[in-house]
């Protein structure tokens, strides 16, 4: 069984730093692309970054510079670290996995940038 659980998030106050961490199991993490999304209230799911299963980052033009994805293949764990944090990143994030037997998500998490 597929499963991706989140952890991280929260709140933070503008210009601070967040890492978002994505645990996998039930697949081969090491060599499936990996992608952190995001929706906004309101807004459409937004592709934030992506790691290609041969290791390539692709990152929204919103967030270059300050977003860097990640994968630990010995702890089967993503990561998506987020330094100085504006208000419109406030989202739900999640991570998503592109397996042979399909696209998986994980639960979700939960980011709020305010002061």
């Known amino acids: 069984e597929v499963q991706l659980v989140q952890s991280g998030g929260g709140l933070v106050q503008p210009g601070g730093s967040l890492r978002l961490s994505c645990a996998a199991s039930?697949?081969?993490?090491?060599?499936?692309?990996m992608t952190w999304a995001r929706q906004a209230p309101g807004k459409r799911l937004e592709l934030v970054a992506l790691?290609?299963?041969?290791?390539?980052?692709t990152y929204a033009d919103s967030v270059k510079g300050r977003f860097t994805v990640s994968k630990n293949n010995s702890r089967k764990v993503l990561y998506l670290q987020m330094i100085d944090l504006k208000p419109e990143d406030t989202a739900v994030y999640f991570c998503?996995?592109?397996?042979?037997?399909?696209?998986?998500w994980g639960q979700g998490t939960q980011v709020t940038v305010s002061s």
């Open positions: 998503n996995a592109q397996t042979p037997c399909g696209s998986y």
């Open positions: 039930g697949f081969t993490f090491s060599t499936s692309a």
């Open positions: 790691h290609s299963s041969g290791g390539t980052k």
